[in-house]
């Protein structure tokens, strides 16, 4: 049951500094934690005429289970903690309706969520965040969108060695897909962006909506340190083999066969088949088997965008001695695809950047 927090309001309001984002509609707070411990959170309802909605907050665990629910009066300041009962990742749900929000973690990171699904809805500004981009990866998009008339945004993109790659301003009418060129070197790091108010003296900055692309980590962090506890990618791999495979190029259906020798099956936590696959258009369009195994397949990159994929391999589906890949093509839709600085990893930390 929602309920309000009449001992825990504020007499001040809380400091607005630079990093503060004022969110709007329904959102998303990332944060982790241990089983046992608080995580706690300053929180403000911040009206707007004509509407009268109060600010809802809701705790999901890593199970997706709702593990806290209150209510904070519109207009209020209250400091809100959170009793955790599991270990890892957890989503605060912020929905503030049509009035204004701000929520800050006091006691550890946070991430706001930014995924097409769930995407980020913000008012105002929007002070540089940090993002991932994996390694592997040529090109992403960013979706943007600020619908009302008169209202605009000028949106900034930063590289990891500090030069702009986008310096964007539009009215943003219309669902922008803004695409992005990864420079060799910049992939593997975080990248940066701002939302800043436009020059143009007949476009004001309001409501925008953003999300971050298909291949990148849902993870917008006030620190670059901050990703690390939300992509692991940031986190250093254990892995004890590599087995080297040839690149290869899957086209018109065809069929490509790849072995290679194991000198025993590994005992690693995790075996892997890694790769950099590009121009993977469907779900269906590059399977592969093992040893006469069920299908793997693929995740998506999109159209003539590369992504390094890691597929987890069932143990059971390998063994000492040879082994052999079959490879399929599914050209229904799709003239080809191609996968470079393919391996067979083992290990007891594999990251799965494609799982984004």
Not at 111 to 116: I, T
């Amino acid at each position: 049951m929602r309920r309000f927090l009449p001992l825990l309001l504020l007499a001040a309001a809380l400091p607005l500094r630079a990093e503060d984002t004022f969110l709007r509609h329904d959102d998303y707070l990332a944060f982790t934690g241990q089983q046992g411990t608080t995580a706690s959170f300053d929180v403000k309802s911040i009206p707007r005429e004509p509407y009268h909605e109060d600010l809802q907050l809701t705790v999901l665990d890593s199970q997706s289970r709702e593990v806290f629910d209150q209510a904070v009066a519109l207009g209020a300041t209250a400091q809100v903690h959170v009793p955790l009962a599991s270990d890892g990742l957890h989503v605060l749900c912020v929905s503030s309706g049509q009035p204004l929000a701000l929520v800050r973690r006091t006691d550890g990171p946070f991430a706001l969520v930014a995924w097409q699904q769930t995407p980020l809805n913000i008012c105002g500004g929007f002070a540089k965040h940090y993002f991932f981009v994996p390694r592997g990866m040529s090109k992403f998009e960013i979706g943007l969108l600020a619908d009302v008339t008169g209202e605009g945004a000028r949106v900034g993109l930063w590289a990891p060695d500090g030069k702009a790659v986008v310096d964007l301003e539009d009215d943003f009418d219309e669902l922008q897909r803004l695409k992005v060129d990864v420079p060799p070197g910049m992939d593997g790091q975080p990248w940066a962006i701002t939302i800043t108010k436009p020059q143009n003296p007949k476009l004001v900055l309001d409501d925008v909506l953003l999300w971050l692309g298909r291949g990148l980590p849902p993870y917008l962090c006030e620190q670059p340190e901050w990703l690390a506890q939300f992509v692991t990618a940031m986190k250093p791999e254990q892995i004890s083999l590599r087995v080297p495979l040839e690149s290869l190029g899957l086209g018109e259906g065809r069929t490509v066969t790849v072995k290679f020798n194991l000198p025993a099956v590994p005992q690693a936590k995790l075996v892997a088949l890694r790769a950099v696959a590009q121009d993977v258009d469907y779900p269906t369009e590059g399977t592969f088997t093992l040893n006469g195994s069920k299908p793997y397949a693929f995740g998506l990159t999109g159209d003539g965008a590369a992504l390094l994929e890691t597929l987890m391999l069932r143990r059971e589906d390998l063994k000492a001695g040879e082994n052999v890949l079959e490879f399929r093509h599914d050209n229904r839709a799709s003239a080809g695809m191609g996968l470079s600085e393919m391996e067979i990893i083992a290990g007891d930390e594999i990251h799965q950047e494609e799982s984004w």
